[in-house]
């Protein structure tokens, strides 16, 4: 079966591979689950993986197949699945297990080994293709009134981890009831952690650099958060404005926006990088004003990446949540979508070029 694949490490090799369809019992003890793809989700990784800044071919192979953000339907089940049947809807977790204890638990976002196995990124083929089979650890159903968001359930999940590590850590505060949020970036991340601090009470101000009125900035007020624009003002202006954040989730990309974010964070507050950034740049800061601010405010730094089984299904709790809270705003980040595996080019062209496309896609099959 066809395949989007690329030769890593060679910049531009976005192409087709041919690969062998995948049986059920490629699992042990039952408990294989055969999911026909639908749909796949692609984001900035995918396109530094394809100008080689990033991710491995798995051992053996010289190509890596693509895709990370799946949705699909189950076709079949080992006999000892319990989770999930034929006809469901699901999605499926990116990190595979290493050897640490954090990934004997189920808590492999957690690894504390160097090496991490990630399905369409590194060291483990990805899911754009026709169908794949996992162990029903790895798969997490999605429901039917669901469908329409699809492809956002794996975005969704690293969104969840961040802010779910931010409230967790924060325990540190035996009281910790933060009033005002700042989203560094109105992108699918930013978008969707914008949502999940809405459903929790906050304040929050999303910042990018377009001038309102563009897509982002009706999706951020259609979720009832408020869009700066940087080119309108400055991230330190707003902060003398409205207060500095109890809570600043980076999704920018830019490193530059993450470590300036740390100049408008508030007393006991907690600070979120999220973006993976494969280029080589150098900032420069204030050294001394950060430092001593940050002692004498006992703030936090924290980066949170990927996502297990908990935070697919908390952000899938949250999507409906927002769904029914905000009828038809989240669907509006799913802008692209391209029909096919064989209009990989297009994939890519989308996400190299097209400034607005908030989310490409593939359509891979009909249902
Ligand atoms: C994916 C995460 C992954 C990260 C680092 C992101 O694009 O959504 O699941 O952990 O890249 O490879
Ligand atoms: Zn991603």
Redesign the pocket.
Same mark, same amino acid.
């Given at each position: 079966m066809k395949a989007i694949a690329v030769h890593p490490g060679k910049p531009n090799s976005v192409h087709l591979e041919e690969i062998a369809e995948p049986t059920l019992d490629s699992i042990d003890d039952g408990m294989g689950v055969f999911v026909r793809v639908l749909k796949v989700g692609v984001?900035?990784?995918d396109r530094e993986i394809n100008e080689a800044k990033y991710g491995n071919a798995p051992d053996g192979d010289e190509f890596l197949v693509l895709g990370? @953000?799946c949705f699909g339907v189950v076709e079949a089940v080992g006999n000892n699945v319990r989770r999930v049947k034929p006809g469901d809807y699901v999605t499926a977790t990116?990190?595979r297990p290493g050897g640490s204890i954090y990934d004997r638990i189920g808590t492999y976002d957690m690894t504390s080994e160097e090496v991490y196995y @990630?399905r369409g990124?590194?060291l483990r083929h990805g899911f754009l293709t026709k169908s794949f089979v996992d162990h029903e650890d790895y798969i997490v159903r999605v429901p039917g009134g669901l469908k329409h968001l699809h492809v956002l359930m @794996?975005?969704m999940s690293?969104a969840a981890k961040a802010i779910q590590q931010a409230f967790e850590v924060q325990r540190r505060m035996k009281v910790w009831s933060p009033k005002r949020a700042f989203v560094m970036g109105a992108g699918q991340i930013g978008l969707l952690a914008t949502l999940v601090l809405k459903l929790r009470g906050l304040e929050v101000y999303t910042m990018a650099r377009s001038v309102a009125p563009t897509l982002n900035s009706e999706i951020v007020a259609g979720l009832e958060a408020k869009y700066v624009s940087l080119t309108e003002t400055t991230i330190p202006k707003l902060a003398k404005k409205v207060g500095k954040a109890d809570l600043i989730i980076d999704a920018t990309g830019s490193s530059r926006v993450a470590f300036e974010s740390m100049t408008v964070l508030g007393h006991n507050g907690v600070l979120v990088w999220t973006s993976?950034t494969g280029g080589k740049h150098q900032v420069e800061l204030p050294g001394d004003e950060i430092n001593i601010d940050w002692v004498l405010g006992n703030k936090l730094l924290l980066g949170s990446?990927?996502?297990n089984r908990e935070h697919f299904e908390s952000g899938i709790r949250d999507l409906a949540l927002g769904d029914v809270m905000y009828p038809g705003v989240i669907g509006k980040i799913l802008t692209d979508g391209v029909d096919g595996l064989d209009n990989y080019s297009e994939m890519m062209r989308l996400l190299v070029e097209e400034k607005t496309a908030l989310k490409v896609y593939v359509n891979v099959a009909e249902e």
């Open positions: 984001d900035a990784t990370h @953000e990116v990190r @990630e990124i590194n @794996e975005p690293c993976i990446v990927n996502a």
